[in-house]
């Protein structure tokens, strides 16, 4: 065990608070681009895994690596609370879960909406403000000159919005300066989800003001299950094989907060509402509500190119229905497939947004930001959807293309979370931080090449607090530095967990116990509980 890396964190832990505290509020001018325009993207459950500037393995997405390969890519980026709701909240605010209030995606849980927040923020500093698409936070947004929303999680195709009152479809609307919608309505949109969003972000760019600066926040539904492809791509990937990842077949020894949890491919994965197979003898509950309400929702012509790929492959299931481990492979290829079809599509409208941005000589000037509201699990321990705090659903993709006057190009190592975006937008935009936001400007990083500034934080913390809930994981916070990760899951179960990433990047084996990890498990205790402190998160549960 390495002790100078322990101890170093210990020194550093104790600089995060002067480092962060004293660049807020006196951001700095910043060094270039004024105006600065930003649009950030963000998509719902999009993995790393599934983005070829990240992997090679699956598929490729030739638009979000352009933003990557034109501009930078974050390697070691996080969420603070890798669920959808809070970890948009934590996006808005620059705050960990237990500060905005929205600790989870229960409605109990209210996100306060008249907080500060980044749009308000910038909306203060002159800026036109603009959300389409999925915010899954309660009430109505503030802050926005325009929006439309999805309620919920909104639907893949013909899906309602939310707008303000009398907002005409794609015509673009501006509410007052300074006015929130009082009156909202429900609309239904024709077509599919990704390209509607796409197409009202585009319409708003085109009527604003174009004397000010803007920052349009384009937040897509896709990836999010039940991964309903658009028609134009029902049949990429069907002849694709998607190879398993190396801990498909985990067995969860050391980890039983792993073991208990309902989101694993072969037990959890719904042949038919996640897999479409529609002539089910037996359908669950969740199978009725697909039949019913999501492909009995479709139209004519959407259901017959429906039917005419997964109809066929639905009898030939039910007729011999593979069995154990060759069920979970199969169940896994269609997860793959379906995935990766929403996917292209995702990456085609982002291509669209790039598009225009150049065609209307924006890109100059322009911060363009994609990443995901969390991780993913693409089969690794046998999973799908995210909470956990190991690797796959604490990372989150996170790519910027970024305006004149910023000269970093290519990868960013340094540990970057969710809470950053908004002390780093501020910043960008030449706007003061305000002392209570907990993120750090990431600014700096994006200057220029060569030895990366030091943030002056060696880790990170971590909070998923949806237990009871679906998919039963487990309620549980941690630390994470460069090296190590701790976590404690309470409740029902009180487990601690301690893995050697270097060792075991799989987080495989979970060392807690073991004597050889003594010191470090004491270093990293004691680290948490400093990080717990200095984020005002000692009593959170
Ligand atoms: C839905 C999904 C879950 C998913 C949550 C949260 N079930 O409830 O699988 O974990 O959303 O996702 S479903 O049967 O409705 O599809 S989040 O991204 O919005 O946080
Ligand atoms: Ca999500």
């Given at each position: 065990?390495d002790?100078r890396?322990?101890?170093c964190?210990?020194?550093t832990?104790?600089?995060?608070?002067?480092?962060a505290?004293a660049?807020h509020?006196?951001?700095k001018?910043?060094p270039?681009?004024r105006?600065l325009?930003?649009v950030?993207?963000m998509?719902?459950?999009h993995a790393y895994?599934?983005i070829s500037a990240?992997?090679?393995?699956?598929?490729?997405?030739p638009n979000?690596?352009?933003i990557?390969?034109?501009g930078?890519?974050?390697t070691e980026s996080?969420?603070?609370?890798?669920?959808?709701?809070p970890?948009?909240?934590?996006?808005?605010t620059?705050?960990?879960?237990?500060?905005?209030?929205?600790?989870n995606?229960?409605?109990?849980?209210q996100?306060d909406?008249?907080?500060?927040?980044?749009?308000k923020?910038l909306?203060?500093?002159g800026y036109?403000?603009?959300?389409?698409?999925?915010?899954?936070?309660d009430?109505?947004?503030?802050?926005?000159d325009?929006?439309?929303?999805?309620?919920?999680?909104?639907?893949y195709y013909?899906?309602?919005?939310?707008?303000p009152k009398g907002?005409?479809l794609n015509k673009?609307?501006?509410?007052?300066?300074?006015?929130?919608?009082?009156e909202?309505e429900r609309?239904?949109?024709?077509?599919?989800?990704?390209?509607?969003?796409t197409?009202?972000s585009l319409?708003?760019?085109e009527?604003?003001d174009k004397?000010?600066?803007?920052a349009?926040?384009?937040h897509h539904?896709?990836?999010?299950r039940c991964w309903?492809?658009?028609?134009?791509?029902?049949?990429?990937?069907?002849?694709?094989?998607?190879?398993?990842?190396?801990?498909?077949?985990d067995?969860?020894?050391?980890r039983?907060?792993?073991?208990a949890?309902?989101?694993n491919i072969?037990?959890?994965?719904?042949?038919?509402?996640?897999?479409?197979?529609?002539?089910?003898?037996?359908?669950?509950g969740?199978?009725?509500?697909y039949?019913?309400?999501?492909y009995g929702?479709?139209?004519?012509?959407?259901?017959?190119?429906?039917d005419?790929?997964?109809?066929?492959m639905?009898r030939a299931f039910f007729?011999?229905?593979?069995?154990?481990?060759?069920?979970?492979?199969w169940?896994?290829?269609?997860?793959?497939r379906?995935?990766?079809?929403?996917?292209n599509?995702?990456?085609?409208n982002i291509g669209?947004?790039?598009?225009?941005?150049?065609?209307?000589?924006?890109?100059e000037?322009t911060?363009?930001?994609?990443t995901?509201?969390q991780?993913f699990?693409?089969?690794e321990?046998?999973?799908f959807?995210?909470?956990?705090?190991?690797?796959e659903?604490?990372?989150t993709?996170?790519v910027?293309?970024l305006?004149?006057?910023?000269?970093?190009?290519g990868d960013?190592?340094?540990?970057?979370?969710?809470i950053?975006y908004?002390p780093?937008?501020?910043?960008?935009a030449?706007?003061?931080?305000p002392e209570?936001i907990?993120?750090t400007?990431l600014?700096?990083?994006l200057?220029?090449?060569g030895?990366e500034?030091d943030l002056?934080?060696?880790?990170?913390?971590?909070h998923?607090?949806?237990?009871?809930?679906?998919?039963a994981?487990r309620?549980?916070?941690?630390i994470?530095n460069?090296?190590y990760?701790?976590?404690h899951f309470y409740?029902?179960?009180?487990k601690?967990?301690?893995?050697?990433?270097?060792?075991?990047p799989?987080?495989?084996h979970?060392?807690?116990?073991d004597p050889?990890?003594?010191?470090?498990?004491?270093?990293?205790?004691r680290?948490l509980?400093?990080?717990r402190?200095?984020?005002?998160a000692?009593?959170a549960k």
């Amino acid at each position: 065990m390495d002790s100078r890396k322990i101890l170093c964190v210990a020194g550093t832990l104790a600089a995060v608070g002067g480092v962060a505290q004293a660049q807020h509020p006196a951001a700095k001018a910043a060094p270039a681009t004024r105006p600065l325009n930003i649009v950030y993207i963000m998509s719902d459950d999009h993995a790393y895994q599934m983005i070829s500037a990240y992997d090679k393995r699956y598929i490729s997405t030739p638009n979000i690596d352009a933003i990557a390969r034109e501009g930078v890519r974050f390697t070691e980026s996080f969420v603070a609370n890798s669920i959808s709701g809070p970890s948009r909240a934590c996006m808005l605010t620059g705050k960990h879960s237990h500060m905005n209030g929205k600790i989870n995606n229960e409605t109990s849980h209210q996100f306060d909406q008249s907080q500060q927040t980044l749009p308000k923020l910038l909306r203060a500093g002159g800026y036109q403000t603009a959300m389409i698409g999925k915010i899954h936070l309660d009430g109505i947004p503030q802050g926005f000159d325009h929006w439309a929303i999805l309620p919920g999680q909104g639907d893949y195709y013909n899906p309602y919005f939310i707008v303000p009152k009398g907002m005409h479809l794609n015509k673009g609307y501006s509410l007052p300066d300074g006015q929130d919608a009082k009156e909202t309505e429900r609309v239904r949109y024709h077509g599919y989800v990704t390209n509607i969003i796409t197409d009202m972000s585009l319409d708003w760019l085109e009527q604003r003001d174009k004397t000010k600066p803007f920052a349009l926040f384009i937040h897509h539904k896709a990836a999010h299950r039940c991964w309903m492809a658009d028609t134009v791509d029902l049949n990429a990937y069907e002849d694709r094989t998607f190879p398993t990842p190396e801990t498909f077949d985990d067995d969860y020894a050391g980890r039983p907060a792993a073991a208990a949890q309902q989101m694993n491919i072969l037990k959890d994965m719904d042949i038919t509402y996640d897999l479409k197979m529609r002539t089910n003898p037996k359908p669950s509950g969740l199978g009725r509500y697909y039949i019913r309400d999501i492909y009995g929702d479709l139209q004519s012509d959407v259901k017959a190119k429906f039917d005419s790929l997964y109809e066929p492959m639905s009898r030939a299931f039910f007729a011999n229905p593979p069995q154990g481990r060759e069920l979970a492979v199969w169940k896994y290829n269609r997860y793959m497939r379906d995935y990766a079809k929403v996917i292209n599509s995702l990456d085609r409208n982002i291509g669209r947004v790039l598009q225009y941005l150049k065609e209307h000589d924006l890109l100059e000037n322009t911060l363009i930001v994609y990443t995901s509201d969390q991780g993913f699990y693409m089969g690794e321990h046998g999973w799908f959807d995210k909470r956990f705090m190991y690797e796959e659903s604490l990372r989150t993709p996170l790519v910027m293309r970024l305006p004149k006057g910023y000269d970093k190009r290519g990868d960013v190592t340094t540990m970057v979370q969710n809470i950053d975006y908004a002390p780093t937008f501020l910043d960008m935009a030449g706007l003061p931080i305000p002392e209570d936001i907990q993120g750090t400007s990431l600014r700096k990083l994006l200057l220029k090449n060569g030895k990366e500034p030091d943030l002056g934080r060696k880790a990170l913390y971590y909070h998923f607090y949806e237990y009871p809930g679906e998919h039963a994981v487990r309620r549980h916070y941690g630390i994470r530095n460069t090296r190590y990760k701790l976590m404690h899951f309470y409740g029902d179960i009180d487990k601690w967990e301690l893995y050697d990433l270097k060792k075991d990047p799989n987080e495989l084996h979970n060392v807690f116990d073991d004597p050889s990890y003594a010191k470090v498990r004491k270093q990293l205790e004691r680290d948490l509980e400093e990080l717990r402190v200095y984020y005002k998160a000692e009593n959170a549960k």
